[in-house]
């Protein structure tokens, strides 16, 4: 049973189109993040937040941003899609003590360019 | 973050235990190994972590070595449905930059 909800789980829009993709937790976790895979691709950190109003780029340079207004929601926007942006978006997030932390996955959004 | 190295790939037969390994060899004291697991593509998911002692739950089993420089995932009975990518990761808990995944290795059970 996921906690961590993602939307839309596809998408297929055409260049130049601004989109946002969502991801909330019920969890009240603090850490969220969103990775970026493409097809039999390994997993890259694009985006991270520790809590609400904080946000760094992560491994991978990406051209979308994000924003953490509350703590349940951190959606990612591409303000004009290309091609280039077509891969699937993974967001996750983990509590925020210290210690073990386990993140828990969203089943994803699939975003094709055309 | 402590870097891991898996083999790329495995095979094992169906029924059979998985034994899934992993290096790292730059942990720290402090520093937990973590093992997720992502069937086609979907989100992975968690399976186990430990920090020195063996652990085990529903799903598998985690050796630790007694220098923490490598582990073992142990899927006791694999079934088909146990095909996936397993991520072995070692997040260092001072860096900003946590649970960064690699590669990881590709397990096909055959039937």
């Known amino acids: 049973e996921a906690d961590i909800y993602q939307t839309p789980r596809y998408l297929v829009i055409g260049t130049g189109k601004k989109i946002t993709l969502e991801c909330s937790q019920t969890m009240g976790h603090d850490k969220m993040y969103w990775y970026q895979q493409d097809p039999g691709m390994e997993l890259h950190l694009i985006h991270y937040?520790?809590?609400?109003?904080?946000?760094e780029k992560g491994d991978l340079s990406s051209e979308s941003t994000v924003s953490r207004i509350r703590t349940e929601h951190f959606p990612l926007t591409l303000e004009s899609a290309r091609p280039s942006h077509t891969s699937q978006y993974l967001c996750?997030?983990?509590?925020?003590?210290?210690?073990?932390?386990?993140?828990?996955f969203g089943a994803g959004s699939r975003l094709t360019v055309l | 973050d402590a870097k891991t190295t898996q083999p790329p790939s495995m095979d094992c037969a169906e029924g059979r235990a998985a034994n899934l390994p992993c290096n790292h060899s730059t942990i720290s004291g402090n520093e937990y190994v973590y093992w997720y697991r992502q069937i086609h593509s979907q989100g992975p998911q968690y399976i186990i972590h430990?920090?020195?002692n063996n652990e085990t739950n529903e799903m598998a089993s985690l050796i630790i070595t007694e220098d923490r420089k490598s582990s073992t995932l142990i899927l006791p009975h694999a079934t088909l449905r146990d095909t996936a990518v397993y991520y072995c990761?070692?997040?260092?808990?001072?860096?900003?930059?946590?649970?960064?995944f690699g590669s990881g290795t590709q397990l096909t059970v055959l039937p």
């Open positions: 990761i070692v997040p260092f808990s001072g860096s900003a930059r946590q649970l960064t």
């Open positions: 996750a997030s983990t509590n925020g003590g210290s210690g073990a932390n386990v993140l828990t």
């Open positions: 937040s520790y809590g609400v109003n904080s946000t």
């Open positions: 430990g920090l020195k």
